[in-house]
């Protein structure tokens, strides 16, 4: 077996008998999670002068929402979730089909304990959006990433977080947060694209509008579009 799977199966391990003292309600079906994706973007988005800045998500050509990526450690880290990625529509700037992702990775170091967060990125660029687009993409290795920044604008921020091509945010018991998520891996999720569409739709297919939007993801996208209109 490679290292990798052992440590995602050591870290999953962890998540669980940690999920057992903290019960949550975890999401199980596609309709589930994007329902939860929708409250954890409405909360990230309404969050008061610590939310994702309303400029930078006009100018993004995508988003991906993980609601409750599991992390755990015991001197072996990893973190696993499973979300959505939502693009423009070629040729206009409204939200198209989500398409589903997973995301997973290991980290090495002391560390104890499991936790949950809620992930939200933003793809400020195409190369960015054609890598999530590929069956593997590694933050941090085949783009840049960045805790990306909060606020009602971004016109104080650093260069060097506006450089960044993928800006990433956090929500963790109830505080957001910009999050540094490198050496996470983001690949497709074809079953879920299946339990969505009928059909396993790869993620290019679904971005590319060869698909309608679920009338489950009709809450999510109503959001996206509410928030980001461009002037």
């Known amino acids: 077996m490679h290292l990798r799977a052992i440590v995602l199966r050591i870290a999953l391990s962890v998540s669980f008998l940690g999920a057992m003292a903290v019960p949550r309600a975890d999401a ?46 015991l001197v072996i880290g990893g973190k696993y979730g499973r979300g959505f990625l939502v693009c423009r529509a070629p040729g206009n700037d409204a939200w198209g089909a989500p398409a589903a992702l997973r995301i997973e990775g290991g980290s090495f170091g002391f560390q104890i ?18 890598g999530i687009l590929s069956s593997r993409f590694t933050l941090g290795g085949d783009a840049d990433v960045a805790a990306g920044p909060v ?4 016109a104080a921020q650093t260069d060097a977080t506006m450089n960044a091509k993928i800006l990433s945010y956090s929500r963790s018991r109830g505080v957001f947060a910009g999050l540094a998520l490198t050496g996470a891996t983001i ?45």
Not at 191 to 214: F, I, L
Not at 223 to 229: A, D, I, P, V, W
Request: aromatic letters at 2%; hydrophobic letters at 40%; charged letters at 30%.
């Open 151 to 154: 606020g009602r604008s971004t």
């Open 28 to 73: 199980d079906t596609a309709a589930e999670r994007l329902a939860q994706s929708a409250a954890v973007l409405q909360e990230i988005l309404s969050a008061p002068d610590r939310g994702i800045p309303a400029d930078l998500l006009r100018k993004a050509h995508c988003v991906v929402i993980v609601p409750g990526l599991k992390k755990a450690g």
């Open 187 to 231: 690949r497709q999720d074809l079953d879920q694209n299946e339990e969505m569409y009928g059909r396993k739709w790869t993620t290019s297919e679904v971005v590319a509008g060869r698909v309608a939007p679920p009338r489950t993801a009709a809450d999510l996208i109503e959001l996206l579009t509410t928030h980001s209109r461009r002037p």
């Open 113 to 130: 304990g499991a936790s949950e967060t809620d992930v939200v990125m933003l793809l400020m660029d195409d190369r960015s959006v054609k």
